[in-house]
């Protein structure tokens, strides 16, 4: 039978993660905008590091170091601005955050939204790590650790994907880290916030293993912007059109759990 949820550069239609399987994973992948960009990119950063580069070491030396802050960096960025509040009470930067944040906690399995805009990760990646480089190497070690970035970037989205994808990883550690993926997006959106690193959260104290060491957040859908933030702060409903949803799409009503007397 024909899989319906087909996308392509043609059609531009969105792929829904909770009825792919990996190999449809792997499709929707190699072939996305998005990804494909940052692999072009990868290679103009690696290109123009060797141009650069007086030596080997300028191009080398970058990487590690770009490896050991990357976690670190992606962690505050998801704790203090993706899960702020502060973007969508700004006309300004409500849009913003409905794109980068709001709309993937709202439909965790689309993948049109799952990826950031490269209009914002592409000068991101470059603000945090080219300076590092250049510290390290000049502009060999500026572009040498852009690269790297955009490399970390591609691994740190692919595994992403498989986190919100509905598949039953095999390896064990890949299982882990969706476990604990689900759970910040199903459960307590404050915490787990890495992708594949939790090194981070277990620093600053916002890891938990399991659903039973915390309470369940009524915000885990919404990240706070409930209806009566949307009514003080309507920017971002007004551009989605509908009021911020507390569950799912497609989640049935939650049964009452009074009994009726006999």
Request: net charge positive; proline share 7%; with cysteine.
């Amino acid at each position: 039978m024909p899989w319906k949820n087909t996308s392509s550069l043609r059609t531009g239609r969105s792929f829904d993660l909770g009825k792919m399987t990996l190999p449809q994973l792997w499709m929707a992948y190699l072939t996305y905008p998005t990804i494909l960009l940052y692999f072009g990119l990868i290679v103009a950063s690696a290109l123009a590091a060797l141009h650069f580069a007086n030596g080997v070491w300028g191009v080398i030396l970058p990487i590690p170091v770009v490896i050991a802050i990357y976690p670190l960096a992606w962690y505050m960025i998801h704790r203090f601005i993706l899960h702020g509040r502060w973007l969508y009470r700004n006309p300004i930067t409500a849009t913003l955050w409905k794109r980068i944040h709001f709309d993937h906690h709202q439909d965790p399995h689309l993948l049109d939204v799952l990826f950031g805009s490269p209009a914002n990760t592409v000068p991101t990646m470059a603000l945090i790590t080219m300076p590092v480089g250049y510290l390290i190497s000049g502009w060999a070690g500026s572009f040498a650790a852009l690269s790297t970035a955009l490399v970390m970037t591609c691994i740190y989205e692919f595994f992403h994907c498989i986190q919100h994808l509905a598949y039953k990883p095999k390896w064990q550690w890949v299982a882990k880290i969706k476990q604990l993926h689900v759970l910040h997006h199903f459960h307590d959106e404050n915490g787990n916030y890495g992708i594949t690193n939790y090194v981070p959260d277990r620093i600053f104290g916002s890891f938990y293993r399991e659903a039973r060491d915390r309470i369940r957040s009524r915000h885990v859908f919404n990240l706070g912007y409930d209806l009566e933030e949307a009514r003080r702060f309507p920017w971002v409903m007004k551009i989605t059109g509908s009021p911020p949803r507390d569950k799912p799409a497609g989640a049935r009503p939650e049964r009452s759990t009074q009994t009726t007397p006999n």
